[in-house]
């Protein structure tokens, strides 16, 4: 049996080529090579699928903690929870963690202090209080209407690319899914670009007196604190997702008084496996 538990990026058209985290769930449950499993929520294999790509190859492996747990998740009533969840994390914690790192204290404040985003019903003050983010942010990379026809249009498109490529990215990904319609893409739409025009004050300022050669290097060392943390939390947020697991019965065959069905490919040798990397990982 294979237990080189290494997750790639991307897609694979074989295991030999390698195996992205949903890839390994389908071996783990027994189905065949897809990064499609069966048996997990479309919201956390869309979830999954995103940040494994986004993250960088150390990083990544961190999900392999998580991925046990995936199995089992699909038709299990939660995926509508899961997406408003998602959506609710790109609102209240995705935008005003760019924000405040802008300077923006008020903007993310009124983020932060906006109840839960549950249900549509929620999805109208949260854009009001995303449309005031947004107009501050602008304010503060000075920006006019014109300036998007301006030269400094490319840094500006990529710090938003920067500050959304990881962990908003598979949110969205998720929250797409449950949160689907117009409302849903315009909040999605408005956290992003709220975000990516605080993430372009902030490279801005880092790269103000920097040589052209060092601009880069001085954007990515600003951005590097924010998106770590947003990495950080999207992990908190993939564990939210996911049912807690009794190890003791999920070792011995039976989670939650369920059959295990993924015995065929010694299921329970490569989740002794990854739990002892998992604990290389967390340090216990």
Known sequence: MDTDYTLAYGTHETPADGRCAMEWVSYLAGESHSDQPACVSPVVRAFCVALNDGLEDDPRQRLRLYLARTIGTAGDGLDEWRAWIAMDWLIRTYAPAWLSCAGLSEAAGRLWSLGAVAAVGDLAP????????????????????????????????????????????????????????????????????????????????????????????AARAALAPTIEELQESAFVLLDRMLPTVDVAALLAGDAGGHRSPVGVHGYNDLYKTCMAEAGSLTGS
């Open 126 to 217: 949260a854009l009001a209080e995303l449309g005031f983010a947004r107009r501050r942010a602008r304010v503060a990379l000075g920006a006019g209407p014109a300036m998007w026809l301006a030269p400094g249009i490319g840094p500006r498109v990529a710090a938003r690319e920067m500050a959304w490529a990881t962990a908003a990215a598979a949110a969205w990904a998720a929250a797409r899914i449950g949160v689907g319609d117009i409302a849903g893409d315009r909040a999605r739409a408005a956290a992003r670009a709220a975000a990516g025009d605080a993430a372009a004050t902030i490279i801005r300022s880092a790269a103000a007196g920097v040589s052209r050669a060092g601009a880069r290097e």
